[in-house]
Structures are given as C-alpha cells and as structure tokens.
Nanobody, 124 residues
Framework: VQLQACGGGSVQTGDSLRLACAAS????????MAWFRQGPGKEREFVAA???????HYADSVKGRFAISRDNAKNTVFLQLNSLKAEDTAVYYC???????????????????WGQGTLVTVSS
C-alpha cells in the first residue's frame, strides 16, 4: 500500500490549505487514517485522525481550526487547515492502519503505512 500526499505550500498567517492523501489500495478492513506533522527540530506529532466510521479525533493545538475527513470509496483522507499559524509550519504526513484501537489512535506506532510528507510553511 502506498500513500501519496499533496496540497502543501507556503501561505500567510490566517490563510487556509487543504491537504489530500490517497492510498493505492484499501489498507485493510475498517482502517483508520490520520495526519501527523513534524516541525523543524521536533518529533513527529499527532494532528488528527478519522476512523472508518467517520469518528474524528484532534490534537488540542488544532481543534477548531483543522478538519479531517475521508472518502472511503476512494481510500482518500483530507485535512482542511484554517486560520493557520506560524507554529503550524511542518512536514505533514498521512498515515493509515487497520485495527487501530481507540487508545492508540494518536500514536505513530499504531499506523502501518505512511505517505512521503508534504511541506506546509506559514509565515507572518
């Protein structure tokens, strides 16, 4: 399974972006999809996840500004980034995994497949 992410770019504070990530094939039954990010000199951190049912989960730092959604028919996950801040600057990675339990949904290790990353740069 390969994940291909796109949609990153350079924007100003307060702008919006929409990221997309498509899987080459279905990653498994009832798979979860998620976005993580890694800023300069930082560890990879959880941003948002959506379970196969559509239930969503967000990091506190993006709640109310970002929205994750998915199209199960196309094995695709989206991340709408609104009201962007300088601290949102990072490489954003999409991930997919089957059998991700709720208590692990924010953990890097819970996901089997990863995209190559797309860079989001926010400047003031």
């Amino acid at each position: 399974v390969q994940l291909q992410a796109c949609g990153g770019g350079s924007v100003q504070t307060g702008d919006s972006l929409r990221l997309a990530c498509a899987a080459s094939e279905r990653p498994g039954s009832s798979y979860a999809m998620a976005w993580f990010r890694q800023g300069p000199g930082k560890e990879r951190e959880f941003v948002a996840a959506v379970r196969y049912s559509g239930t969503t989960h967000y990091a506190d730092s993006v709640k109310g500004r970002f929205a994750i959604s998915r199209d199960n028919a196309k094995n695709t996950v989206f991340l709408q980034l609104n009201s962007l801040k300088a601290e949102d600057t990072a490489v954003y990675y999409c991930a997919a995994g089957g059998g991700v339990i709720l208590s692990s949904i924010r953990n890097v290790a819970a996901y089997d497949y990863w995209g190559q990353g797309t860079l989001v740069t926010v400047s003031s």
